[in-house]
T-cell receptor, first 112, second 114 residues
Framework: DAKTTQPPSMDCAEGRAANLPCNHS???????VYWYRQIHSQGPQYIIH???NNETNEMASLIITEDRKSSTLILPHATLRDTAVYYC?????????????FGRGTSLIVHP | NAGVMQNPRHLVRRRGQEARLRCSPM?????VYWYRQLPEEGLKFMVY????????ESGMPKERFSAEFPKEGPSILRIQQVVRGDSAAYFC????????????FGSGTRLTVV
């Protein structure tokens, strides 16, 4: 019952930009978009999050469309260590609190 | 740099035994979330707790599973009378408040039921 849709897999050449799309057409006005990644069954690692504006940090950039129904995570110069499952999630409200709900994610393979 | 600490990292139990998984949230975090990940699948939400309170347990099986987050000490996920289908990785996350910031995950406990 995840609120996001992502392609199951993508691949990218090392050194190139990896652009991972996510659809969240039912997102509510006060719900955030978060991106996490999971490398080989380790604990999920936070990447970036946003509400309506584009965001950038040392790991990635997040582009959110104006209608907020989709977003793209950009890894500007992918490396082999970026091979992971990437999860786009929106926070759902529950009794005034927020619970991250995960879908199947996108398995990104970065190849030499 | 104490993040979310989970122990044990690996746990082997025979069918019918009890499994106790521990999660110590980051310092200053009062919200704990437990997730289960079956092999080759995504993370499934189980339960959300604040200190001494279960806020949302909609993802937790009604039988054999329980969770607590006492005033002192770590959060505990308890699975009674384990079965082979309980074999999975169990992750916990913590956050500082209910404002949807700063979910930090632990490294998980891998439960194997033999």
């Amino acid at each position: 019952d995840a609120k996001t849709t992502q392609p199951p897999s993508m691949d990218c050449a090392e050194g190139r930009a990896a652009n991972l799309p996510c659809n969240h057409s039912t997102i509510s006005g006060n719900e955030y978009v978060y991106w996490y990644r999971q490398i080989h069954s380790q604990g999920p690692q936070y990447i970036i999050h946003g509400l309506k504006n584009n965001e950038t940090n040392e790991m990635a950039s997040l582009i959110i469309t104006e209608d907020r129904k989709s977003s793209t995570l950009i890894l500007p110069h992918a490396t082999l260590r970026d091979t992971a499952v990437y999860y786009c999630i929106v926070i759902r409200a529950s009794g005034g609190s927020y619970i991250p709900t995960f879908g199947r994610g996108t398995s990104l393979i970065v190849h030499p | 740099n104490a993040g979310v600490m989970q122990n044990p990292r690996h746990l082997v139990r025979r069918r019918g035994q009890e499994a106790r998984l521990r999660c110590s949230p980051m310092k200053g975090h009062s919200h704990v979330y437990w997730y289960r990940q079956l092999p080759e699948e995504g993370l499934k939400f189980m339960v959300y707790l604040q200190k001494e309170n279960i806020i949302d347990e909609s993802g937790m099986p009604k039988e054999r599973f329980s969770a607590e987050f006492p005033k002192e000490g770590p959060s505990i996920l308890r699975i009674q009378q384990v079965v082979r289908g309980d074999s999975a990785a169990y992750f916990c996350a913590s956050s500082p408040d209910e404002a949807a910031y700063g979910y930090t995950f632990g490294s998980g406990t891998r439960l194997t039921v033999v």
